[in-house]
């Protein structure tokens, strides 16, 4: 399809939705208690509303999910529930009462419970839906593949295949650089996670099926209607399951250093290790923890230094002054690009919205939380929101040079890789991919977006461009 074409459907679809959202927003919901706090407690109801009868806000939250997330913290404070689909969910915006979940000083809230509703079919006893004992025993096995002795590795299988893959995007028209970014990204897995030549039949399979799983997590409409995306995902997950299964055997007898192999060959200092389920379910889960998420980061990363050349000659230079080939150290050592890294995080949290149930009554920041609600703990809201962040939807990397923007790092208000026990322990992965492809770039291209161009955004993982984000290339 051609790129107006893209864009001009991406628009008609986005304003559909938006009207729906527009129409429904004009229900009158009125403000009520979820649930009404034990007497002598001392604890406050957590007020929100349902919406539309059995629809809930649904639509408006899907249509602009930051402006409806700021709005009702406007009016409900930092806790606050929302109805939507049958369901009532209580999302979490202030850094000190996310960092209260995240701590879970009494090992109430579930991530297990909370992400099974969301991820559950395609994505079960991934790391992020295990808890509390045998959530760390699986973590302490997986901290293994995640040594820096193995990132090390993992950077120099990245390397050629970025050089390689840069050298065939030919300029012109506008290219959809989300898109490219995908594309690249999804080679990596192959190659880096799953040890399989990016170019060959087996990566061809598992991409698609890969994407069919993402897409099924994703789906509005969760029933397996045939050929629906729902149904789609449960078969990519089949079949992902099939390959992993399949190939265990040869990859515990195997030296190489993919991490799936890697994985395979994990062990605690005490000898733990993983089965060939716990090896198959972390696989799958971990393709879809480090894809979408770095995609985004480093797309909406290339948008804003599109839009300021001034901004993308600083980091060319900065990166000029450094080997084409970095090592760990020269990337960690770029400041410049750490703090344009760490300002496409704030401002697009790839993976937005994070999800907890609570096994027990408890509270959050003093209001009142029944057993079994639903926890949305809304990151991207947070860190887009004017009380903690000056000027939020303004990019500005200059912002993490500041002492007082340092102080509130300490206090979770910069949080796009959680905290607490299930904090990303991909995190340093993440940096080093994108800033080697970044480097890359400035290295080898120049380029720009309009002045006027804005992206339209959808919702995935988190924030994601649904135009492809066109920007025009120049080689160097
Ligand atoms: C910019 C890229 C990334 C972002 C923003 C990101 C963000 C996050 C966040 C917020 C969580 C916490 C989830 C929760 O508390 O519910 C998480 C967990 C996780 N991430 Fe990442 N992630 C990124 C890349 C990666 C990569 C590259 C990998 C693997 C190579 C990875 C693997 C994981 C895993 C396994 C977990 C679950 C950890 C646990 O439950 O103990 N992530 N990530």
Redesign the pocket.
Known sequence: MKTADLLSRTAIAHAIQRTGARVTALYPAAAQPLATPPAGSGLKPVMGSYGVPGLGHALESIAEPLEFGRNRYRRFGPVFWTGAIGFRVVSVVSPEALHEVWLDRDKVFS?EAG?KPVIGPFFHR???LLDFGE?LLH?RI?QQAFTRARLIGYLDMTRPLVADTLATWTPGDPVLIYDRVKALLLAMASQVFVGEPADGTTARLLTRAFDDAVGGAQAIVRQPVPAGRWSRGLRGRRELQRYFIGAITDRRAGTGDDLFTVLCHSETEEGHTFSDDDITNHMI??LM??HD??TI?LSMLLYHLGKDPALQQDLRDEAGRRSAEPTIEELNSAHLLDCAFKES?RMY???GT??RQATEDTSIAGHYIPRGTEIALS?HTSMRTDTWWDRPDVFDPGRFDDPATLKKLERYAWS???AG???????H??GL??KAILHRMLLDFRWTVPESYTPLMTWGTGPTPADGLPVQLTRI
Do not use: D, Y
């Open positions: 991530s992400w991934g790391l992020m959530h973590r997986m889960f971990l923890a480090a998420t770095s980061a995080l949290a790839p993976a994070l999800f990151i796009p890789f959680g026990a299930h904090k990303c322990i991909g995190m992965f993440a991919t994108v």
